[in-house]
C-alpha cells in the first residue's frame, strides 16, 4: 500500500520540480604553462563548468556542482573521462555535461525507492526531513606544477540519524592525463616508515605525546589504522593525505588531514 501510495504521488511531485539549470560557461582557468602531452602537442588547461540542480518539492534536491576540463586535446580528454568515471557516473565518458544528466536521473530513481521507506502522504511527518545529495568538484589552485589536483565531494541525507560528507581528490599527471595513484609518488616497500612519519605529524598537530593520548583526546586512531591512503592531495610543497569520517575515527572527530613536507619524505620519493 505505502508503495502504491508512493508511485501515484511521485511523477506528480516530479512534474512540480523546478528546472534542472544546465549551464557549460568557460571560467577563464589556466593557461598554457608550457605542458606537453605524450604525443607533443602543446596542451592548453581552460576549465568549465556545470550545474545541475532539481528540486522535488517536500522530498529531496540533488544538486551536482562541476568543473572540467574544455576539451580539444587527448589530455583534457583523460581527465575530463577520470572526473566522470570517480565523480559522477563511474562510465568513462569524456562528457561530462551529459555524463551528469543521466547520472542525476539515475539518483532521483535511486533516492525514490530509499523515500518510499519514510514518507507516506498522509503522515504526519510527510516533507518534514529534507533528503539531498550535493556532489561538487573543483580543481585546486595550489597543485605541484606537474598534475592537476581535483577536489571532488558528496554531502549528502538519506534518511538515517545525521548526514555525511565524504570528500576525495583525484590526481592527475598534466603530461599523460592519467590518474596518479600513490604508489606512483612513495616507494611502497617502505610504508611502515612511512606510515610512522604520518603517525608523529598526527601526534604534533594535535599536541599529544603518545598513540593513546591522541586517541583519547580526538577520537583518531579508534577505529583504525593508519594506511597509504588513496585519498591524497599533491601540491606545491607538501602530500595531504585525506582520511574520511569512520576511515580512522568515528564520525564526532570529522575529517582527518595528514600534511607533510616533501621535505620529510624526500628518501621515499619516486624520481619518475
Sequence with gaps: MRKAKFD?????????ATLAILSCQPTGGKGNDGQKGDNGE???????????????DS????????????????????????INRLCISGSHDADVCTAISMAIDKEVNEMKAEVVEFYEPDDETFGEIQFYINRKGRFD?????????????IDQYTGGAHGSYIP???????????????????????????????????????????????????????????????NFQLRKDSITFCFGQYD??????????IN?????????????
Design 59 to 82: 522530498i529531496m534536491s540533488i544538486d551536482y556542482d562541476f568543473q572540467f576540463l574544455k576539451p580539444g586535446n587527448t589530455v583534457a580528454d583523460s581527465i575530463n573521462a577520470g
Design 8 to 16: 501515484i504521488l511521485f511523477p506528480c511531485m516530479l512534474a512540480l
Design 260 to 272: 607533510l613536507s616533501y621535505d620529510s619524505l624526500k628518501q621515499y620519493l619516486k624520481t619518475n
Design 42 to 56: 602543446e596542451v592548453l588547461f581552460l576549465t568549465d563548468s556545470v550545474h545541475v540542480s532539481k528540486n522535488i
Design 168 to 230: 576525495y581528490t583525484l590526481n592527475f599527471s598534466k603530461r599523460t592525463g592519467l590518474l596518479i595513484g600513490i604508489g606512483d609518488v612513495l616507494d611502497a616497500t617502505q610504508e611502515q616508515a612511512i606510515l610512522d612519519i604520518m603517525l608523529a605529524k598526527l601526534l604534533k598537530d594535535n599536541n599529544c605525546s603518545t598513540r593513546e593520548e591522541l586517541m583519547e583526546k580526538t577520537g583518531i586512531l579508534g577505529l583504525g589504522e593508519l594506511y597509504m591512503t588513496e
Design 141 to 153: 589552485a595550489d597543485a605541484a606544477d606537474t598534475v592537476m589536483v581535483y577536489q571532488s565531494s
Design 248 to 257: 580512522i575515527a568515528p564520525y564526532a572527530s570529522g575529517i582527518t588531514y
